[in-house]
Nanobody, 116 residues
Framework: QLQLVESGGGLVQPGGSLRLSCVASGFTLDDYGIGWFRQAPGKEREAISCISSSGGSTNYADSVKGRFTISRDTAKDTVSLQMNSLKPEDTAVYFC?????????WGQGTQVTVSS
């Protein structure tokens, strides 16, 4: 089954850090632009970061700029989202999204909870 799989979520205190990872099952991430989205309870899913297939271009939502860093490791075929200085408002389910000219994939999501 072709899918994206996220990992690394959990419970963290405000000001803490987490690192999310996105890997592909059944295919490779080569040539895919990858994005991270999140959805909090009662809110719409929002895009928070993306990285180009080459890794040479990244973008961030204003809400996470300066705190989150997206990167890709070609050797490990992984895209990561390093999240620092986490805030309670970062609490959400985080989704990985992959897009290429011939298709797109979503992961099932990983829960991130920021609470003391």
């Amino acid at each position: 089954q072709l899918q994206l799989v996220e990992s690394g979520g959990g419970l963290v205190q405000p000001g803490g850090s987490l690192r999310l990872s996105c890997v592909a099952s059944g295919f490779t991430l080569d040539d895919y632009g990858i994005g991270w989205f999140r959805q909090a309870p009662g809110k719409e899913r929002e895009a928070i970061s993306c990285i180009s297939s080459s890794g040479g271009s990244t973008n961030y939502a204003d809400s996470v700029k300066g705190r989150f860093t997206i990167s890709r490791d070609t050797a490990k075929d992984t895209v990561s989202l390093q999240m620092n200085s986490l805030k309670p408002e970062d609490t959400a389910v985080y989704f990985c999204y992959g897009n290429r000219w011939d298709g797109e994939y979503w992961g099932q999501g990983t829960q991130v909870t920021v609470s003391s």
